[in-house]
Structures are given as structure tokens and as C-alpha cells.
């Protein structure tokens, strides 16, 4: 497709989604990766346990591991003379489509899994941080594919980068680093409080500032 200085943001989605088989291929897997771990934990759960809260972080969790690489592998195709300003924009504005949409189908997984396996009457307790945080929680790893893609000269560096970066980043400062340092500094310590939440507002703070990272 077209990715010069008229690009829309409809477009750009659409090109994360279909551009390349690869790329839909990754879509379907992050879903599928969500409802099955959903699905796996919920089954080894009693049901007591069993709640739309207490899936929602390891399915979402094990989806960031995928989101950023569609994003990755778009962006990295407007290092070329030719990007513009306006396409990179698009790019980032459908990424984010993209971001909410897949952090979306792995909540309703979590729903399909608890409801299909047996409900208890709290299985929707804290049903409104856990619907939020669903909705934001990819928005941090897909944006960290954007950048990746747009800086690193390899889409496959890219790639990598977005799973390597972050969980060095993490471990480093949780082993050296000052207390509470990755809360403020990366993307697995923001998602750690969106999902399942509810987030104070030094929650939203650090979600925030690791967003702006």
C-alpha cells in the first residue's frame, strides 16, 4: 500500500492488520494466546477463584509479548525516503486503534473462559478497573513497537528489541535500581497495576509517564 503524506489512519490500520500474512498471522495468535491461557487458568482454578480479574493479567501479560511486533514490522517500512510526518502520524494513531481493539478481544476471552467453564457470583468483581485496564494495557507495548520500528535499521532487530528492552529494563532495576524505580520507568511495572487494577492516581501517574516514555 500507498505510505506517502496522504496515508489516513484507516489505512495504516489496516496495513498493521493485513499488510502481510505475517502480520495477520500475529493478530489471530494474540488472541488465540489470550484465550488460551484464559481458558488454561481458569480450568485449574477453583471456582471461588475463578473471576474475570484473575485471568485478566496473565492473558494480557503474555499478549504484550506479541502486540508491538505488527507494530514493529509496519513502521519499520517508513525508514525510507519517502516517509513523511503525516504517515508516521496515521501509523501511530491506527497502532493505538489496533492497541485498544486487541486488548479488547483478550478481556471478552477472559469473559468466554469464566463463563463457559462455571461463574461464580463474584466472578465480576472489580468489573469496571478491569474493563479500563483491558482497554489501555496494550497501548504502552504497541507504542513501543512503533518506536522500534522507526528507530532500529532491522525490522527483526526491532522485533526483538521490543521483548528484550523491556524485561532488561525491568529486571535491571529491580535488582539495582532504587524501589519502585520500574513503576515509573517500564511498560511491565504500568501494566502490572492497570490489570486487574484499580489504579490510584500514583498508579495513573507512573502509567502516564511510562506512556510518554
Known amino acids: 500500500m500507498a505510505r506517502g ?22 493478530a489471530i495468535s494474540t488472541v488465540l494466546v489470550a484465550a488460551a491461557a484464559a481458558f488454561i ?56 486503534i489496533y492497541a485498544v481493539a486487541i486488548g479488547t478481544l483478550g478481556l471478552l476471552a477472559c ?26 494495557v496494550q497501548l504502552i507495548p504497541v507504542g513501543v513497537g512503533c518506536a522500534a520500528g522507526l528507530l532500529l535499521p532491522r525490522a527483526w532487530l526491532a522485533c526483538l528489541t521490543t521483548v528484550v528492552v523491556p524485561l532488561g529494563v ?14 515509573w520507568l517500564t511498560p511491565l511495572g504500568a501494566a502490572g497495576h492497570l490489570v486487574p487494577g484499580p489504579m490510584s492516581i500514583l498508579n495513573w501517574a507512573q502509567w502516564i509517564v511510562v506512556a510518554a516514555l
Request: aromatic share 4%; glycine share 10%.
Open 5 to 26: 503524506p496522504g496515508v489516513g489512519v484507516a489505512a495504516a490500520l489496516k496495513d498493521l492488520l493485513l499488510g502481510s500474512d505475517v502480520r495477520l498471522a500475529l
Open 41 to 96: 487458568l481458569a480450568a485449574v482454578l477453583n471456582p471461588p477463584d475463578r473471576t474475570v480479574a484473575a485471568l485478566i493479567p496473565l492473558a494480557q501479560l503474555l499478549m504484550t509479548l506479541l502486540t508491538p511486533f505488527s507494530a514493529a514490522l509496519a513502521t519499520s517500512e517508513l525508514r525510507t525516503p519517502k516517509a513523511q510526518q503525516p504517515a508516521v502520524r496515521a501509523y501511530w494513531a491506527g497502532a493505538a
Open 111 to 136: 469473559v468466554l473462559a469464566v463463563t463457559a467453564l462455571g461463574a461464580a457470583p463474584e466472578s465480576w468483581l472489580g468489573g469496571p478497573s478491569v474493563v479500563v485496564g483491558s482497554l489501555l
Open 170 to 183: 525491568t529486571l535491571l532495576l529491580g535488582t539495582l535500581g532504587p524501589r519502585g524505580a520500574a513503576d
